[in-house]
T-cell receptor, first 112, second 115 residues
């Protein structure tokens, strides 16, 4: 089955810098890769996703890239702000099971 | 934040007791999921259901049970057989994976503490 690994587990950046979080997956049949943001004490919320037929997707300050050959995908946040501080989860969906497989999360801290 | 709700927000249980966590959605989603969240462990799948009256075990189903008698509801029972139940429990719903939008919508969570 699918296995998703996420790095780093914690990330601290200065406000205005960029942040990059990386995930790898094991199932070459996986075709959907969402990223969720979870603020402290709140529910995870989808911030961006990408499908396997696309190499990159952008939405304002956030972007996701996918390398199918290497089986990894990354979240890029530019011009970070204190409100970007949260835990970010990547996930993969392989189609052979009916559910998402989540990474263990990255705690991002943006220092003013 | 409507659409999918969980109750209660906080729950305290004595050892040896069964407790049931509620999850309700009005998004007309066929699929529903239960996840357990522990610090540093991400989201681990307990059970999921893709249609009424059907459900499958996830990665950590031992000590838990579910039912899916109605499309809107997917309650989770934490039994006394679950050895370490203290955690944050999240319910989610979606259109069944692979049939269009794959986004999962999460409820606000229930924090369970065993005393």
């Amino acid at each position: 089955g699918e296995n998703v690994e996420q790095h780093p587990s914690t990330l601290s950046v200065q406000e205005g810098d960029s942040a990059v979080i990386k995930c790898t997956y094991s199932d070459s049949a996986s075709n959907y890769f969402p990223w969720y943001k979870q603020e402290l004490g709140k529910r995870p919320q989808l911030i961006i996703d990408i499908r396997s037929n696309v190499g990159e997707k952008k939405d304002q300050r956030i972007a996701v890239t996918l390398n199918k050959t290497a089986k990894h995908f990354s979240l890029h946040i530019t011009e970070t702000q204190p409100e970007d501080s949260a835990v970010y989860f990547c996930a993969g969906y392989g189609g052979s099971q009916g559910n998402l497989i989540f990474g263990k999360g990255t705690k991002l801290s943006v220092k003013p | 934040d409507g659409g999918i709700t969980q109750s209660p927000k906080y729950l305290f249980r004595k050892e040896g007791q069964n407790v049931t966590l509620s999850c309700e959605q009005n998004l007309n989603h066929d699929a529903m999921y239960w996840y357990r969240q522990d610090p540093g462990q991400g989201l681990r799948l307990i059970y999921y259901s893709q249609i009424v009256n059907d459900f499958q075990k996830g990665d950590i189903a031992e000590g838990y049970s579910v039912s899916r008698e109605k499309k809107e509801s997917f309650p989770l029972t934490v039994t006394s057989a679950q050895k370490n139940p203290t955690a944050f429990y999240l319910c989610a719903s979606s259109i069944p994976m692979g049939r269009g939008s794959d986004e999962q919508f999460f409820g606000p969570g229930t924090r369970l503490t065993v005393l």
